[in-house]
């Protein structure tokens, strides 16, 4: 099924006679494997566009290349760095502004700007008993009622289906440059990371590649405030081998692969995506004993691959943060348990949202 | 401004409770003379004010714990409490409440620049959560005006703002974690070190939920290195519209101030002649504050005042050293206290989307001759957050209802032109019958849902933010089952 409007939509969830498995543009590989396919593709338009008051609201089927397009005419972005993990998942289609909602996937600039959550200003969507519903708005500041729009984010389409969502866009920079270390080991990387992170210079991405012993750290702005804080950054690490970049592609490609994780795409196995304490980082990658690993966010964020069915959680053992399965199909189940008494309120919710358990159901539980 | 009746069970019962709560508390944490519960009578929204049943003030995590399950068993409603000082009435008791204030867990629990959060107790105030990190240049971001008193309780149920956010976000983009109490005694954590949520993003829900769905008693909080300087620079303009549009060219040009505040005609005149901080006499004042080193603050005001000067300001002032910049900022830091010296007012909060300023500003300007009340303007221009300041006479008969009138017609305003009721302060019960104005029943129930999930008996700060019909049904359901 692929509704064209929200009423359409909302029908087609009330008609379900069982599971119904959503898909946005179908770039994501975490999804149920049965059920009657719904399609959100056929809602499409950007129906609101202020460069003035940086903000965009579109229909949730919208490609974001169609958004991408816009904004960069008024050269402005979206400013947390929407992840193409389509090489590293070996999937097809082109993203849709809902399903990056749904994933509330964020690139490297997460660490410094925030997530797609933060950027996040509304949302409409259909819960499960084909109720419309709207929440937030296409203002930056609002705090009225419960903040339901960080709760669409990130739900995976377990509690309704988006059908609009408004985002704070932000200016693309005038320039950028990399700081490249060489030959870290993987706790001098985060100790690295760490000082670039803790100092007054804006640094907008800090990743780790253990395969090639780079320690990469971005930053953005005007150009002779980037070339400043370059120097100034170089400057906190005396006697190491350093390297930088400032042409603006060379820029942006290396970041682009650190954003879609190209060090892991093209191999065999699982991949895992660890979320934790960017310190804890080299301890937890040394349980994992990966095949291959990448660090970003600091630290905070460790991609590793694995052999086909590990089970990431049980070499991690207790950790503060989650592990997510994006690729593969073990028994272990694809999102981190909650403890269960908030494994409580997340079946609460889900049971008040779609109380027939029709929107891929079991996807989250 | 209606609450709900107390119920008539709970206050026959008040000794019985009173004991029970001494006896999970040390001595001196239960408060229950009247004499001493009136200092709990109301927030910062002094026009509404109710003795509680009686005021719990725990010590940690465990007695919030042991406070929760005594009430859940009695079905005694709990209005969490902070500093109590919202502007909404967020914190205000009905008489057949329990006011739980977290002021005495105000520790520091943890300080991880490596990491770069800090943990701390929830009772502790905004400020000296910056205090506590300053000494390594670390700050935490959200800066209400109120930062020397308001708690970090506060801020994460109201989602605070502050004259930074633009650059740094408001309280729910620099929370991390929590460690929060059901209802029911149940004690539960939320994110943490790391970064978003393994599943569901309840750490986001719970950021603005008005003390709804639990009590919040310990908090991660991300905090940043301090830039290198900071500095505004002030703008006057003929007209409103035209430093409107300044606001919006600044945004588009791709400089990211941290700070733009907006200021006009009426309000200008109040601060001066309360702070004398040497504004000029016009029709609107821009505040624009940029950060990072020498240069790059220079070429950044540069850029401000390129584009400022294509709207022929009538006065361009850069701040040259502290001293300078301090004067810029005092007249706005005192705008507040400047109304109070001259009359009594209310605070407004609605957001526009910026392009509608002058719209609003103009129609907020026809309405004040329509009520025959004065309005002055200042507010966050660069995110559209406005504070109008309604001035009214308290001692005048009917001067706060009408005030009350006044102040629902520019909300309704915002909303119509596509922004909200509030950007920071909440809806408590002073916004809580317009919801109807922004939400549709529909949009209602979805939210009300969520707490049916966390307080399924609706006894947590049950008569705020739902207009009181919507959530009759609900209140009425938690008191049959008592
Ligand atoms: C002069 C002045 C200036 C202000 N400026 C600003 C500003 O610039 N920006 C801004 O955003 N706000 C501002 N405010 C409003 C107010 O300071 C904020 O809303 C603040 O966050 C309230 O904090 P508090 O600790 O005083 O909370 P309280 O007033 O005690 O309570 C506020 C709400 O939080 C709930 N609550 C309290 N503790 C807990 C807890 N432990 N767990 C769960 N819920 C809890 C209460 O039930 C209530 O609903 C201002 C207020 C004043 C008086």
Redesign the pocket.
């Known amino acids: 099924m692929t509704p064209t409007s929200e009423n359409d939509l909302a029908e087609a969830i009330l008609g379900a006679r069982g599971a119904l498995r959503l898909r946005g543009g179908g770039t994501r590989s975490i999804g149920l494997s049965e059920g009657t396919l719904l399609e959100t593709g056929g809602i499409t338009g950007v129906t609101l566009y202020e460069p003035g008051a940086l903000t965009l609201v579109a229909r949730a089927g919208t490609p974001l290349a169609e958004v991408e397009a816009a904004l960069d005419a008024e050269n402005q972005r979206l400013a947390f760095e929407v992840p193409d993990l389509r090489g590293l998942l070996g999937t097809q289609g082109a993203s849709t502004l809902g399903g990056i909602v749904a994933a509330n996937a964020s690139g490297p600039r997460r660490i410094a700007s925030g997530a797609c959550r933060d950027f996040l200003l509304g949302v409409r969507f259909v819960d499960g008993a084909g109720r419309v519903v709207s929440n937030g708005g296409r203002v930056m500041k609002n705090?009225t009622g419960y903040d339901l729009v960080k709760l669409m984010a990130g739900s995976h389409g377990t509690l309704g289906v988006l059908t609009e969502v408004s985002f704070k866009v932000l200016p693309k920079p005038e320039a950028a440059a990399t700081l490249v270390l060489h030959g870290l080991t993987e706790s001098e990387a985060v100790a690295a990371m760490a000082a670039a992170l803790g100092s007054p210079y804006d640094v907008t991405g800090a990743a780790h590649d253990p395969g090639a012993r780079q320690t990469l750290l971005r930053i953005e702005g005007f150009a002779r405030s980037v070339a400043y804080r370059l120097g100034q950054l170089r400057a906190l690490f005396p006697g190491r081998e350093t390297s930088e970049d400032t042409d603006p592609d060379a820029v942006a490609a290396l970041w682009a692969g650190v954003r879609d994780v190209a060090p892991l795409q093209g191999r065999v196995g699982d991949v895992w995506r660890i979320s934790c304490k960017p310190s804890d980082a080299p301890e937890l990658a040394a349980r994992l004993r990966a095949e291959a690993l990448l660090y970003d966010w600091g630290g905070g964020l460790v991609w590793a691959l694995l052999p086909e069915g590990t089970d990431a959680r049980a070499r991690l053992g207790t950790f503060a943060g989650h592990a997510t399965r994006v690729r593969g199909t073990g028994s272990a189940p694809a999102f981190h348990p909650d403890p269960a008494p908030v494994a409580a309120l997340a079946e609460g919710l889900r049971r008040r949202f779609d109380p027939r358990g029709v929107l891929n159901p079991g996807l989250m539980a | 401004m209606k609450m709900p009746a107390p119920n008539a069970s709970i206050l026959a019962r008040k000794d019985q409770i009173v004991a029970r709560l001494r006896e999970v508390l040390p001595e001196g944490s239960v408060i229950s003379e009247l004499s001493e519960t009136r200092a709990y009578e109301c927030?910062?929204l002094t026009a509404y004010r109710c003795p509680p049943l009686c005021a719990v003030l725990p010590s940690s995590t465990e007695e919030?714990s042991a406070v929760l399950k005594i009430c859940f068993e009695e079905g005694v409603p709990v209005?969490?409490?902070?500093?109590?000082?919202?502007?909404?009435?967020?914190?205000l008791p009905t008489a057949d409440s329990v006011i739980?204030?977290?002021a005495k867990?105000n520790s520091v629990l943890e300080t991880d620049y490596a990491n770069r959060l800090i943990r701390v107790q929830?009772?502790r105030?905004?400020l000296s959560v910056s205090g506590a990190v300053a000494e390594e240049d670390f700050f935490y971001a959200?800066?209400?005006?109120?930062?020397l008193?308001?708690?970090?309780?506060?801020?994460?149920?109201?989602?605070?703002?502050?004259?930074h956010c633009l650059k740094y976000g408001?309280?729910t983009n620099n929370l991390m974690g929590v460690t929060?109490v059901l209802m029911d005694g149940t004690v539960i954590e939320l994110g943490g070190a790391h970064l978003d949520a393994p599943g569901l993003d309840l750490l986001g829900v719970?950021c603005g939920?008005?003390?709804?769905?639990?009590?919040?008693?310990e908090a991660t909080l991300r905090i940043l290195r301090k830039p290198e300087g900071a500095r505004p620079v002030l703008m006057g303009f003929a007209a409103n519209e035209v430093a409107g549009e300044c606001v919006s060219d600044i945004i588009k040009a791709g400089v990211l101030p941290v700070a733009i505040e907006f200021m006009d005609r009426p309000c200008i005149e109040a601060c001066e002649a309360f702070a004398h901080a040497g504004y000029p006499m016009c029709e609107a004042l821009l505040i624009v504050e940029v950060e990072g080193s020498e240069a790059e603050i220079a070429e950044q005001l540069e850029k401000i005042i390129e584009i400022a000067k294509r709207h022929n300001p009538v006065e361009l002032r850069e701040a040259r050293d502290a001293d300078e910049a301090g004067r810029i900022w005092l007249g706005r830091k005192s705008a507040?206290g400047a109304m109070g010296q001259i009359n009594d007012y209310m605070?407004l909060?609605g957001t526009i989307p910026v392009s509608s300023l002058p719209h609003v500003l103009r129609r907020i300007g026809e309405m004040s001759e329509e009520f025959g009340l004065k309005v002055a303007n200042v507010f966050?221009a660069g995110d559209g957050n406005m504070?109008p300041l309604i001035l009214f006479n308290a001692n005048q008969e009917g001067q706060l209802e009408l005030c009350e009138r006044f102040g629902a017609e520019i909300l309704k305003l915002c909303v119509e032109v596509g922004g909200c009721l509030t950007?920071?302060?909440?809806v408590?019960i002073e916004k809580r019958d317009l919801m109807h104005a922004q939400y549709r029943p529909a949009d209602l129930e979805a939210q009300m849902a969520v707490k049916d999930v966390f307080d399924p008996h609706w006894l947590?700060?049950p008569a705020?933010v739902f207009p009181l019909d919507a959530s009759e049904s609900r209140r009425r359901l938690a008191i049959a089952a008592e």
């Open positions: 705090v | 927030d910062a919030v209005v969490p409490r902070g500093s109590g000082t919202s502007l909404a009435g967020g914190a739980l204030g977290v867990m929830t009772g105030t905004n959200p800066d209400p005006s109120s930062q008193a308001c708690a970090i309780a506060g801020n994460i149920a109201m989602n605070s703002g502050g004259a408001v309280t929060m719970i939920s008005e003390g709804q769905l639990g009590v919040v008693t507040f605070c909060d966050h504070h950007g920071e302060h909440g408590g947590l700060n705020k």
